[in-house]
């Protein structure tokens, strides 16, 4: 069948989506989900107010929360939808979903969020627990032993990154990794350790933050007490030695591994001695020393290293020194916090990076690059070691081992959103605080806080109704450039 000519507009000119009637257009809008709305915003200005109309984002409001009810009038749809999207990551309600549940009488020393499923890691020990959202009870519980001593790192890596197999609808997965005092790594899948990498001659102290290398040849690095950094192959099928390259030259214990942003190929390690490394792993050398490409040191003992494009930031002893892969120069100070850090992590979409010291995190303030930087936020716990530290776009989470609660800061203005009580019921103020913690979107679960080391507390704040009232000025924070702190 022929297809129908175009039909011209009354000047000639060919029709465009944009000649629709807005009403018209609004009713296409409504088979969109959130996604695409964003998406057809940013074409152009006709179809951005189409995008922005009450009636798209009462229709996502409702598909959302079906049980809220959205008022009329200012703001409008889209104001009270972002509002609330926001409200929720930043866990301003006092209903959340709540599960308390025993594990191994053994102490969290790994706990990590992914998508449905709690990980969790006691001594050598790994736990995969699934959580219904509408279920306020564990739906199911996999103990995945394999490890002979104690799991010293936990990784999440894309399933479709490996040689595993898996149906098309698994690309999504995720695959654990896990390194052990025993000397080996496991990656984990469907319920059993898939893969067993053996090389280290010592604890495996550390992996990666992320897989090196582009296309479809992945590689993992791990270092370990003896000293070495290794490169194993995850692309390989298990008939075939996964280890690729060892890489000699540090002479103490790996601290810390990171895979520079800006060249996938890089890899940044770090020993306890502070000394800094940095390696091309492109370079297929017999010789591991010979593919180093720069070395630099920083003072203080390393707490945690991150990448973001070409600067290194390295959180070690009372500073957060950023360091430039491509001349390995020092670039900048990032923050001092003295007289020690515990803690480190950073949110390079919005230049922020947030410390934990003695009785407090601090925001900074990173586009600054000052020799003497001077804090944007101080987000006072009233508390001891802020060891646990969680930052993401809306929201700072702090936690402590000698505090049972976990207090959650909006992350723009440094103010107090919400103040968790993570005791198990019937546990007293003397109790131990927090082991492990770990945060994703709306959902929370911490470990400790109770007699029986293993106890766990899962909240989900996704579909909440009351918000928090935290009195008069609860806010902890100072923000220095906003002059007075207001209260929440």
């Given amino acids: 069948m022929a297809e129908r000519p175009t039909s011209p507009c009354p000047d000639g000119a060919a029709r465009t989506v944009t000649d629709l009637d807005a009403d018209v257009l609004a009713h296409c809008a409504s088979f969109l989900g959130l996604r695409e709305v964003a998406n057809l915003a940013m074409t152009c200005k006709p179809l951005r107010h189409v995008a922005y109309s009450d009636s798209v984002w ?50 969290h020393s790994h706990i ?18 699934r959580f219904e959202p509408s279920e306020a009870e564990v739906a199911a519980c996999e103990t995945l032993r394999g490890h002979g001593s104690r799991i010293t790192c936990m990784r999440l890596f894309p399933i479709i990154d490996t040689s595993l197999f898996r149906r098309e609808m698994q690309n999504e997965a995720n695959v654990i990794v896990t390194s052990s005092s025993d000397r080996t790594i496991r990656l984990w899948w469907k319920g059993r350790s898939q893969r067993c990498f053996k090389g280290h001659n010592g604890p495996v102290t550390t992996l990666a933050d992320k897989l090196l290398g582009d296309g479809g040849r992945k590689v993992l690095a791990s270092g370990g ?12 099928s298990g008939k075939h030695n996964p280890l690729t390259l060892t890489y000699y030259g540090h ?29 091309d792993t ?34 070690a002893g009372s500073l957060v020194t ?33 410390t934990g010291g003695e009785d407090r995190a601090i925001l900074w303030d990173i586009r600054k690059g000052q ?30 081992p000698s505090d049972y609660r976990v207090n959650v800061w909006e992350t723009d203005t440094g103010f107090l959103a919400n103040s968790l009580d993570c005791r198990v019921p019937g546990e007293t103020e003397n109790i131990v605080g927090l082991s492990a913690m770990a945060v994703d979107g709306c959902r929370i679960v911490t470990g400790g806080c109770a007699e029986e080391p293993g106890a766990m507390y899962y909240r989900d704040f996704s579909n909440c109704t009351i918000p928090v009232s935290l009195g008069s000025c609860a806010s902890g924070s100072k923000f220095w450039e906003q002059g007075d702190s207001s209260c929440l």
Avoid at 326 to 353: C, D, G, N, Q
């Fill in 322 to 354: 950023a360091i430039d892969l491509r001349t390995m120069r020092k670039a900048f100070t990032a923050a001092i916090h003295a007289p020690k850090l515990y803690s480190f992590e950073m949110l390079p979409a919005k230049w922020l990076l947030c």
């Fill in 58 to 107: 009462s229709r996502l409001f409702t598909e959302r929360w079906p049980a809220q009810c959205i008022s009329s009038g200012y703001p409008g749809a889209k104001e009270q939808y972002v509002a609330r999207h926001t409200a929720l990551h930043q866990m301003k309600f006092e209903d959340p979903l709540k599960v308390w549940f025993t594990t191994y009488p053994l102490p």
């Fill in 251 to 279: 002479e103490k214990p790996l601290s810390c591994l990171s895979v520079a942003k800006h060249k996938a190929s890089l890899l940044v390690s770090i020993s306890k001695d502070s000394r800094v490394r940095v390696w």
């Fill in 112 to 129: 990590m969020l992914d998508r449905s499923y709690i990980l969790l890691a006691q001594g050598s020990i790994l736990q995969r627990l």
């Fill in 282 to 315: 492109s370079a297929l050398s017999s010789s591991g020393s010979s593919a180093c490409v720069g070395m630099t040191c920083v003072s203080g003992p390393p707490v945690a290293m991150k990448c973001h494009d070409a600067l290194c930031y390295i959180a």
């Fill in 225 to 236: 007490e003896d000293c070495t950094v290794r490169l194993w192959s995850v692309s390989c």
């Fill in 371 to 400: 020799e003497y930087p001077k804090p944007m936020a101080d987000l006072d716990s009233n508390s001891s070691r802020v060891t646990l530290l969680h930052m993401d776009p809306y929201k700072v989470v702090t936690g402590g």
